[in-house]
């Protein structure tokens, strides 16, 4: 009677912890630049040539706009849209170097231009 009993207290405590995951995996807020694709998406699982054919038809329409210097869509962190980096630009002009900051998480990364 006490195995049964720890038992179903076990199972519920392992049914809760994997519910709670994947409730929070999936509770996820989409952004914004991502949106678009999205609305489009069809009800079967895309292919991966046709999620390739709405992100560059959303790039051609200015819908998605990427950071011109390091390529991103959005912050690699934070996922916030790449529109809202800060750029440093720092040197001369024989070696420059722009660093992008993301206000909102404050991930950075830089390259030389």
Not at 87 to 112: A, F, Q, R
Request: proline fraction near 7%.
């Amino acid at each position: 009677m006490i195995e049964l009993a720890i038992g179903v207290v076990l199972g519920g405590m392992v049914s809760w912890i994997v519910s709670h995951t994947y409730y929070k995996k999936s509770s996820t807020e989409i952004p914004d630049w991502a949106k678009p694709i999205i609305e489009k998406l069809p009800n079967n699982k895309p292919t991966k040539d046709q999620l390739l054919k709405l992100f560059e038809e959303e790039l051609i329409s200015g819908n998605i706009r990427p950071d011109p210097i390091l390529g991103y869509v959005a912050c690699p962190k934070c996922k916030a849209n790449a529109t809202d980096f800060e750029s440093t630009v720092v040197g001369n002009n024989d070696h420059t170097i722009v660093i992008k900051t993301c206000p909102h998480c404050g991930w950075s990364e830089d390259t030389e231009v």
